[in-house]
């Protein structure tokens, strides 16, 4: 301790990958009138993952709390616009579905859209869920403008696809600006206090010592405090998500690619497509038990649309996370904490909740038991919830692969096969008060990969048939029209500042 007496004033971060950076600005902005000193330790010689583009709406959230001008941020990072997820042969090959960040329908009476639709479905007489979804619309259709806040529009929501390493490059500036001091150099030793165990400070390979009272473990995959050194263990998950390798590598950017990433199935695997102003990110995850590593590199270098930008290069991870992502005084963000595949696109949205959590649960005198163990409660269930989620892709899948059958047979959590159940005997959908993947999220993957609503809610019926299809025909008619009335997507980040190469200005 030190400066304010008993209080935690010192905290040190370590590493400075999106995860290290992201919780040094915001730890500079929104904690600053604590006078802290926030020290941040990277190494040029390790370096970063270097990947993690497409991002969730709450990104959003983060920006604003930090003060970041939206188009300023879309210029300096190349970033692009992102009204969800497509998914292409997840179900059966040439299925293809978006997830989107919005809803589906509007209010038809007492029970929710979904049960209107079901039984319109049953009935002939609805069109694709997709139809009732403004933003999958407007997706499909290469259009985007910021939701209107008058309710003339369905709501819905957007994120972005960036180039990373200039995000985190921004955000090093930010938190520098705020006081944030910035060491580099490789760490080499780690110290703790005898009695309490707790970390006191870090050693550099120049031999500089940093003291700390509270270490925010942002090594990525080394995950250097909270493994090595505080051996906080690591729950492995990957008998539900056996994926565990990746090859990443940019192409061209050929055209205007529409405001979605896109996730196609593969034999063992899935490929990624994400778009940004100048140049395409794809990758290609895969389970090395059923994908050999060469095949799998030929496999992705030739399904790209354009000339690679540069070698795939290849990344191995195991999915789980952190038993206690809070140990002592040590907090894992990031990779460091634990990784769940890129599929939705959750990695940079569980930095920011642990960010958030932390500032939250910010220790004041001393480390408070409850405050550890609420935040390590919080952290658990947004891991565990996304796991779910994630685990749902794989399992509902008719594919015929070898792999993808023994996806669609292995044993899920019973929290899983609950919610499948509920949704296939009557389009029941899981609620929660707060966090990721609220019932628009299940609907998209259960009717994307064909697991379809047995019955519905009676009350459905105080809406007589015709009455009920021509309703849904209204809608469906003003969601096209609602979407073409919006600028294209090329348009509208053009305005927010982007400067394109020639091919995309002019496809
Ligand atoms: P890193 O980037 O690895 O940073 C670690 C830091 O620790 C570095 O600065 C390093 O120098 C430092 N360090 C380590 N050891 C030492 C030491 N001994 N001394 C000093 N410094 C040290 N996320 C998304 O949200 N969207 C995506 O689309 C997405 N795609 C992904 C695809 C793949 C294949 C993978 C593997 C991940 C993806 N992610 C994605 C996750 C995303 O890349 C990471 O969550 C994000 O980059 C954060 O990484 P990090 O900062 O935790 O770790």
Redesign the pocket.
Known sequence: MSGRGQHIDRVVI???????WMTAAALGRMLGALGLSITL????S??????????LPQIRTFNRLLGIDEAEMMARTAATIKLGIEFRDWGRPGDHYIHPFGTYGEELGDAPFIQYWARASAMGAAASIGEYSLPIVAALAGRFEPPSEDGRHQPYDYAFQFD?GLYAAWLAELAQAAGVIRRE????AVRREGESGQIGSVLLETGETIDGDLFID?????A?LIGDTLGSAFEDWSHWLPCNR?F?VPCGNGGDHGPYTRATARRAGWQ?R?PLQHRVGN?L?YCNDWWEDQAACDFLMAHLESDAGAEPRQ?S?STGRRKSLWSGNCIA????GG?LE?LE?????L?QSGILNLVELFPGEVIEESDRAEYNRLMDLEFERIRDFLVLHYVANQREEEFWSAMREMAIPQSLSDKIEDFRTRAILPEYAEGLFQPVSWISVFLGQNVVPQGWDPRTDALGETDLAQQLEDMRQRMAADAGSMPTHLDYIRNAGASFPASIVHP
């Open positions: 370590v590493g400075g990958g999106t995860a290290g330790v990277e190494s040029a390790i370096g970063t993952v270097g990947v993690g583009e497409a991002t990373a150099g490789r760490i080499v942002c090594s990525g995959f080394r250097l990746a990443a990624w994400i990758g995850v990344l991870f963000i990031g990779l460091a990784f890129p696109s959750t990695s940079i949205d930095i």
